[in-house]
């Protein structure tokens, strides 16, 4: 097939608006935070931690709404035997936001923390800070894999261009002003990625709608036209596993450097909240028309468009709803508009995934763990170096490996079952110590992968309560393979034995050395008898009274207004104005 001129016309605009967006960004901020102090390292990080309501609302947005959001949302509710009731993303990120804006956000920032390790390493100190930086990076790298692989597999249903240029154009672009700007052009392409995807997808809706080949979906919902209602339903042998996979977005959904740096940019604490509140909001509004998507998907007689007789799904090609909807039910024109907007979405979700891993290790790795005497330039430029490397290491995964979503899902599912339950600890159970972290972390660790993975093809080496033994067709090759599924909420019961194991180990520790039974030489991680937070935290960041931070502790900060970045709710002019 010929390469769609007008295709690439659109690409280059949408991609043109967003570099030139995110230059400008980092130009009008590059003296932020002089005049205040504050390093040019924070700066990038947390953004000299003024970030108005305006453009935190859809920063924080973007944290969970994009390529992976919107792809996965039209694919669930397309997908026969899943529907609308296995679309668990827009309800569980919404929640997600509001737990971290009720219980986190506050402390967080309250606290003056610059990135979500630097609770951990205080209380539990650089080597526990290191470990925990594990499963945080993995998780951030393979997302941003998995998503720019999405982009090139989109690009070449729409547009028909090569995949692998499409993905390294794209990461290249997010790398470039993510480097030169930090958090501010990420924060401020945010908000023109997040109106792309809105208006690109709200356009393709109507014009699929009145497609001829699509059934009425108010019908196809209850009845069977096509293929299985798209509402779908929850059979009650899969009760327990439609919970854990729920369980596993709201409050797996917390535990992330992305959305804790939004938490940290804000201008004040009470702000980080609302910003949470506001963005649980926008991940609901941003869903609706994938949901539709996905619902017209459902609702399409395939023989009648240029697509052909056979569906998307018996293609194996589910994933891909979104982009197929948009080329074969829509106009070019629209379409090509749509695909702009996918490609912001995924632009949208890389280029945060990148800084937050960058900012981790230049802080939390190398400044706290190895060059606590680092000056400011050389952190700056370990976070330079790190936004190349890792954004160059998701890119070559998306190139090469097979496997990544599988990657990813395993990532999260540790994030959730290891870090969730140690910042639960580390933030609101006083007396948690490096022993329980370190016991937290195997416990979960190995109850997690015990289970298995079937994206992956590993098998389980712990058969919970209630697994079978299912097979599956390749509709391609026609090969069968057989899966183990467990149907036991094993993920969020491994993150509870993780957050139990913590306490419990931690005042077993306690009380074994501060009784006496167990000599204080023996207490070789300095967890109990000589606490070593002081020597590891700098002071802007150290917490001097106590460990733990208390409900009645979480009080307001006053916020902090940028010359450069205005917050909402000032008589200075919003961001919106300054970029039109």
């Not at 296995?86 to 956000?105: C, E, I, N, R």
């Not at 740096?261 to 609706?288: E, H, I, K, P």
């Not at 945060?352 to 190895?370: D, E, H, K, T, V």
């Not at 159970?429 to 109850?447: D, E, H, Q």
Request: glycine share 10%; net charge neutral; aromatic share 12%.
């Amino acid at each position: 097939m010929a390469i769609h001129i007008e295709g690439l016309v659109a690409i280059a605009i949408f991609y043109m608006l967003i570099l030139v967006v995110g230059i400008w960004a980092a130009w009008k901020n590059k003296h932020s935070g002089e005049t205040e102090g504050t390093d040019r390292s924070e700066t990038i990080m947390v953004g000299g931690r003024d970030i108005g309501l305006f453009v935190g609302g859809f920063t924080m947005t973007a944290t969970w709404v994009g390529g992976g959001y919107i792809n996965g949302t039209a694919e669930y509710v397309y997908l026969p035997g899943f529907g609308l009731a296995w679309a668990q993303a827009p309800f569980g990120y919404a929640l997600s936001l509001v737990v971290g804006g009720l219980f986190f956000a506050k402390p967080m920032r309250s606290r003056g923390y610059v990135t979500m390790l630097d609770p951990f390493q205080q209380i539990y100190g650089k080597r526990m800070g290191g470990l925990l930086f594990i499963p945080a990076l993995m998780g951030e790298i393979f997302w941003s894999a998995a998503i720019l692989s999405a982009l090139g597999a989109t690009l070449s249903v729409i547009v028909d261009i090569n995949i692998k240029m499409s993905v390294v154009l794209s990461a290249l672009i997010a790398i470039f002003y993510t480097l030169v700007g930090g958090l501010y052009s990420v924060a401020y392409t945010d908000v023109v990625q997040l109106f792309c995807i809105f208006i690109g997808l709200w356009i393709s809706v109507p014009f699929a709608l009145t497609n001829p080949a699509v059934a009425d979906i108010t019908v196809t919902a209850v009845k069977e036209v096509y293929q299985a209602p798209w509402r779908g339903s929850i059979s009650s042998g899969d009760t327990w596993v439609w919970i854990d996979n729920f369980c596993l977005l709201m409050l797996g959904g917390i535990p992330w450097q992305v959305y804790f740096q939004r938490v940290l940019s804000a201008s004040s604490a009470t702000y980080a909240q609302v910003l949470s509140f506001l963005a649980a909001f926008g991940c609901l509004v941003m869903a609706v028309p994938s949901v539709l998507i996905g619902a017209i998907g459902a609702s399409t007689d395939w023989n009648q468009t240029s697509y052909g007789a056979i569906s998307p799904k018996d293609k194996d090609q589910a994933d891909m709803i979104l982009p197929i909807v948009l080329q074969h039910l829509c106009p070019p024109f629209v379409s090509f508009f749509g695909l702009g907007a996918v490609s912001a979405a995924v632009m949208s979700s890389a280029d945060s995934s990148i800084l937050s891993a960058s900012s981790m290790f230049a802080r939390n790795i190398y400044q706290m763990a190895f060059r606590q005497s680092a000056s400011d330039r050389e952190i700056v430029w370990v976070m330079r170096i790190t936004i190349f490397v890792f954004g160059g290491l998701a890119t070559v995964m998306a190139l090469v490996t097979g496997t990544v979503y599988g990657l990813w899902y395993l990532s999260s599912d540790l994030v959730y079952v290891i870090i969730f339950p140690q910042l639960l600890s580390v933030l609101f159970i006083k007396g948690t110590n490096t022993y329980g972290s370190v016991a937290a972390y195997l416990f979960g660790m190995v109850l997690r992968i015990g289970g298995g993975e079937p994206y992956l093809h590993l098998p389980p080496f712990i058969y919970y309560p209630g697994w079978t033994l299912e097979q599956r067709v390749d509709h391609l090759t026609g090969a069968i393979e057989e899966v183990v599924v467990q149907r036991f909420p094993f993920k969020t019961m491994s993150m509870l034995a993780s957050f139990l194991g913590n306490v419990g180990v931690s005042y077993l520790a306690k009380y074994l050395f501060e009784s006496g039974k167990l000599s204080h030489k023996y207490d070789f991680l300095d967890a109990v008898v000589s606490k070593h937070s002081a020597e590891i935290m700098d002071k802007t960041t150290l917490v001097a009274r106590g460990n733990n931070i208390g409900l009645s502790e979480m009080g307001p900060v006053k916020p902090r207004l940028s010359v450069t970045l205005a917050a909402a709710f000032t008589p200075i002019s919003s961001p919106l104005q300054d970029i039109l």
